[in-house]
Each structure stands twice: as structure tokens, then as C-alpha cells.
């Protein structure tokens, strides 16, 4: 039985697209392949300067404690994710699971 991709010039240009933002938005390729069409990006966590945020909080009496958590939260992990085109050609992301 012959199995029949459904992939066309249209997606991979979109996927290609789609890795290339990712790409200038600081992720990293750890696992690329052009037959499947697949990829797995990966973006460190970043340092947050705590001081700073510290002295920002004080100066608006807590106002910038909410600004201050949401970065601790968003920043603070590592983050995988995969894009690939599934057997219709369509795209699809998801997040990855990382130690």
C-alpha cells in the first residue's frame, strides 16, 4: 500500500515561514527534517536582573510587582516547541515537553 503525501509548494512555504520567525524571535533549531517536514526549536531562559525590577517596584510604590511576575513567569523556563505539517499538509505547533 502506497501512502500519498497531500503537501504542497503552498505549505512548506508557510512552514518555512513559520521557522523563520521562530528563528528571529530567539529560538534555536535542535532537530530539522525536510522529508517529514518537521522541526523542534528550543529557547533558553533568560536571566532577569531581580535589582533592577527591585528598584523599578519601590519607585511605583508595587505597581511594577505585577510587570516583575509576569516576566519571572514567562522568561524563567525553558521553552521546545515543534512545527510540522501533519499528512494533509496542514501546519501545526506544539509545546514540547523539557526536563
Known amino acids: 500500500m502506497e501512502s500519498y503525501q497531500l503537501i504542497n509548494q503552498k505549505n512548506l512555504d508557510q512552514f518555512h515561514k513559520t ?3 521562530k528563528i528571529r524571535n530567539g529560538f534555536v533549531i ?3 527534517n525536510e522529508k517529514l517536514p518537521y ?3 528550543s ?22 510587582t505585577i510587570i516583575w511576575i509576569y516576566l519571572i513567569v514567562s522568561l524563567s523556563r525553558k521553552k521546545d ?3 510540522a505539517l ?5 501546519l501545526f ?5 523539557s526536563k
Open 19 to 21: 521557522l523563520s520567525s
Open 93 to 97: 505547533e506544539e509545546k514540547c515537553l
Open 43 to 64: 529557547k533558553e531562559k533568560k536571566e532577569i536582573n531581580h535589582p533592577f525590577h527591585f528598584f523599578l517596584t519601590v519607585i511605583t510604590f508595587g505597581f511594577w
Open 81 to 83: 516547541i515543534l512545527i
Open 30 to 32: 535542535i532537530e530539522h
Open 39 to 41: 522541526a523542534v526549536l
Open 86 to 90: 501533519d499528512e494533509d499538509g496542514n
